[in-house]
C-alpha cells in the first residue's frame, strides 16, 4: 500500500521496526522543502508575509490533528518534542499538583518508561502508591483485571491504548467510562494507537492522550498532548520563556498566554510540525480504517507463516494490532536481529522500553517485528524464510 512514496523502499530493505519509527514518504520532505525554499521565518513573531504564512500553516497542523482525534477546540492540542514529553507535562505539570500522599496511581507491566517512570519520580518525591494491573495469561489487560484494581484511593489510570510489545488493544472505552464514574482521571499513552487505528477522543472521552508524530509517517521531534480544556486550564506550565507570555515587568509581575501557547515556550519545531500536518492529511487520505485491516491481515499471515519456523515462540499471537515479539529457543534476541540484519531485514531486539514486562514475559528481551501499511506479505516471506534457514545457529555461533 503506497510504497512508492517511500524512498527507503527503494534500498531493497525489508522495515519490520515499525513501532520505534516509520519510513517517512516523498509528501513529508516536500513541506520541508516547501517551509525552508519558500516562507522560512519564525512562528508567532513577525507582521511581514512570510511570517504570516508561517503561522497559518503552524496552526493549520493543529487544526488538522484536532479533527483527526476530534478534540472539541484547537485550544486542547498542544505540540511538544515527542509523547514523552508529553506525558512527562501531564504527570508534572498536572498531577504533581493534585495527587496527595497516599493516592494511587494505576499502570501495568507492559507500560512504555516514559509511562513508568515519571511515575516512580512522584512516589519518591511525594509518597503517592504505584498499583500494577494485573495482565492476564496472554499478557494483556483486560476491563475486569483493570476493575479489580480500583480503590477508593484510586486517582489516576495511566495505560498505553495499544502496548509496544505485546500490541494489546485495551477497552480504552469501557475503563474510562468506569473511571469517570468513580472520579477517576484517565492517560491514554497513544503512541502506538493513534497511527494505527481511529481514536476519537470525544467517543472515548479521554481526559489526556499523548502521540508522536514519528511514528505515523511524520518527523522525529514533534509531539502532541490533546487534553480537556478545563484540565489543561488547571496545568502549569514546564518550560518558561518567549512566545508563552502576555507581559512581564522587572518586578517578576507576569502574565501568561492562554491555552494552547502557554505550554509552546521558545521557538518551536516549525517546520516539523507543518509538515506534520501534511502527514495527516496524507494519512486521512489513505484512510486509518484502511490501515488497521491491512494491519491486520498482515498480522494474521504473519503469525501463520512463523508458525512454520522451528524454535520459534511467539508472545503475543493473540493480540490484533500489527506487533509481533518473539525468540528462536536457545538464541539471544540481539544475535538474531544482527542475524536478520544480513538480509537486510530491520527488526527491534531487546526490552523495547518495557523493562518490567520481563517479570510476566519470563524473558528479557525479544525480538519485535512491527508492520505499517507499506509492508507486504513478501516480506514476510522474506523473514520467515531466514528464520527458516537450517544453518541459522550456527551463522549465528
Known amino acids: 500500500m503506497n510504497r512508492e512514496d517511500f524512498p527507503m523502499l527503494k534500498e531493497n530493505i525489508v522495515y519490520f521496526d515499525n513501532a520505534a519509527t516509520t519510513l517517512k514518504p516523498n509528501v513529508m520532505l516536500d513541506y520541508l522543502k516547501e517551509y525552508y525554499y519558500k516562507y522560512c521565518s519564525n512562528a508567532h513573531r513577525g507582521d511581514y508575509d512570510i511570517s504570516l504564512k508561517t503561522d497559518e500553516m503552524y496552526e493549520n ?20 518534542s515527542g509523547c514523552t514529553d508529553s506525558l512527562n507535562r501531564v504527570i508534572f505539570g498536572y498531577f504533581k499538583y493534585i495527587l496527595k500522599q497516599g493516592d494511587e496511581v494505576i499502570i501495568t507491566k507492559s507500560e512504555h518508561a516514559s509511562n513508568i517512570l515519571p511515575w516512580f519520580e512522584l512516589k519518591e518525591k ?3 502508591n504505584i498499583k500494577y494491573a494485573k495482565l492476564n495469561s496472554n499478557y494483556e489487560l483486560t476491563f475486569e483485571n483493570l476493575k479489580d484494581s ?9 495505560i498505553a491504548h495499544i502496548t509496544n510489545v505485546v ?5 480504552i472505552k469501557q475503563i474510562i467510562k468506569y473511571a469517570h464514574e468513580r472520579g477517576i482521571l484517565v492517560i491514554v499513552d497513544g503512541a502506538q494507537s493513534v497511527p494505527h487505528i481511529k481514536v476519537d477522543v470525544k467517543d472515548l472521552d479521554i481526559d489526556f492522550l499523548a502521540f508522536s508524530a514519528h511514528k505515523m509517517c511524520g518527523p522525529t521531534g514533534v ?5 480537556k480544556e478545563e484540565l489543561l486550564n488547571n496545568m502549569k506550565p514546564l518550560l518558561f520563556g518567549g ?4 507581559s512581564f515587568d522587572n518586578e517578576g509581575v507576569r502574565i501568561y498566554k492562554d491555552l494552547p501557547y502557554t505550554f509552546e515556550a521558545g521557538t518551536p519545531n516549525i517546520a516539523d510540525v507543518i509538515a506534520f500536518g501534511g502527514i495527516v492529511k496524507y494519512i486521512e487520505q489513505i484512510g486509518i480504517e484502511n490501515i488497521s485491516k491491512y494491519e491486520k491481515e498482515l498480522k494474521k499471515y504473519a503469525i501463520s507463516r512463523l508458525k512454520e519456523v522451528k524454535d520459534i515462540i511467539i508472545y503475543n499471537e493473540e493480540s490484533e494490532n500489527g506487533i509481533i515479539s518473539f525468540n528462536i529457543k536457545d538464541v539471544f534476541s540481539q544475535d538474531l536481529a544482527i ?17 518490567i514486562l520481563k517479570d510476566e514475559l519470563g524473558v528479557k528481551n525479544t525480538c519485535r517485528a512491527s508492520f505499517y501499511f507499506y509492508n507486504t506479505k513478501e516480506e514476510i516471506d522474506i523473514l520467515v524464510n531466514a528464520l527458516k534457514n537450517p544453518n541459522l545457529k550456527s551463522e549465528i555461533i
Not at 509531539?223 to 487534553?227: A, D, S, T
Not at 544480513?342 to 518495557?354: E, L, P, S, T
Open 167 to 171: 500490541g494489546d488493544i485495551r477497552p
Open 61 to 80: 497542523t493543529r487544526n488538522i490533528v484536532k479533527e483527526f482525534i476530534n478534540a472539541n477546540d484547537s485550544k486542547e492540542i498542544i505540540f511538544t
Open 339 to 355: 542475524y536478520l540484519n544480513k538480509y537486510k531485514i530491520c527488526v527491534r531486539a531487546g526490552n523495547h522500553c518495557a523493562k
Open 243 to 246: 512566545g508563552m507570555n502576555a
Open 150 to 158: 480500583i480503590t477508593e484511593k484510586t486517582k489516576v489510570i495511566s
Open 223 to 227: 509531539g502532541v498532548l490533546y487534553g
Open 126 to 128: 511525594m509518597g503517592i
